[in-house]
């Protein structure tokens, strides 16, 4: 069967980003490589280097298939089920869970470009992080609009206060990485406990 030009390029690309994950979902961003991506997948550097500047552009790839990806299961897994609010949250979580269960290259992308991103990366890796923050905020939405709050408060500063204290416990975690390398399941449940409590305490106080 003849392909057209179109085809050809999207099956190249395809192949590329399925090896790319593999390599990146196996290995920390510091040891993949593009010779291993090329050399276990019989994937010419031309060809690779046709589409893609570098490893850079090839990890930052995988990096934005991750977060689509990640957004659509959400939306398309995911309803709110509970009153209470940190039930929901643990469902919520529990279908981050099953998603990398799934789609178990993407855990360690996960990991690395959350929890220890290459650090020229980190603006771009932002910018990439865009479809589960709209879902992050489109969840927090739905949560809080089921709390009676107090008649001053605004829906939209609440959400982003709670989205501001993810990323600054995203950047806690980046700072002391050295004292979350027990597994990346480890970090995630971590994160999950002390962004609850952190957000129990926005919520409710913490004084009598």
């Given at each position: 069967m003849n392909l057209n030009r179109e085809e050809q390029n999207k099956i190249s690309k395809e192949r590329i980003l399925a090896a790319s994950l593999q390599e990146f979902g196996e290995k920390d961003y510091s040891s993949a490589s593009i010779n291993n991506i090329c050399k276990s997948h019989s994937i010419s550097k031309g060809l690779l280097f046709h589409y893609y500047k570098n490893k850079d552009e090839i990890f930052l790839l995988c990096v934005e298939n991750l977060f689509v990806d990640l957004s659509n299961y959400l939306k398309e897994n995911f309803e709110l089920k509970h009153v209470n609010m940190e039930e929901n949250f643990r469902d919520y979580i529990q279908k981050r869970f099953e998603f990398f269960h799934q789609y178990p290259y993407y855990e360690q992308i996960f990991y690395t470009a959350t929890c220890n991103p290459p650090k020229?990366?980190?603006?771009?890796?932002?910018?990439?992080?865009?479809?589960?923050?709209?879902?992050?905020?489109?969840?927090?939405?739905?949560?809080?609009?089921?709390?009676?709050?107090?008649?001053?408060?605004?829906?939209?500063?609440?959400?982003?206060?709670?989205?501001?204290?993810?990323?600054?416990?995203?950047?806690?975690?980046?700072?002391?990485?050295?004292?979350?390398?027990?597994?990346?399941?480890?970090?995630?449940?971590?994160?999950?406990?002390?962004?609850?409590?952190?957000?129990?305490?926005?919520?409710?106080?913490?004084?009598k």
């Open positions: 020229h990366l980190i603006y771009e890796i932002s910018v990439l992080r865009k479809p589960i923050d709209e879902t992050n905020k489109k969840f927090w939405c739905e949560i809080i609009s089921h709390l009676n709050l107090k008649q001053d408060v605004i829906i939209e500063d609440v959400i982003e206060t709670i989205i501001g204290l993810g990323n600054y416990l995203h950047m806690k975690i980046q700072h002391n990485n050295v004292q979350y390398m027990d597994g990346t399941c480890w970090v995630v449940e971590r994160y999950t406990k002390e962004y609850v409590k952190m957000i129990h305490m926005l919520l409710y106080g913490i004084v």
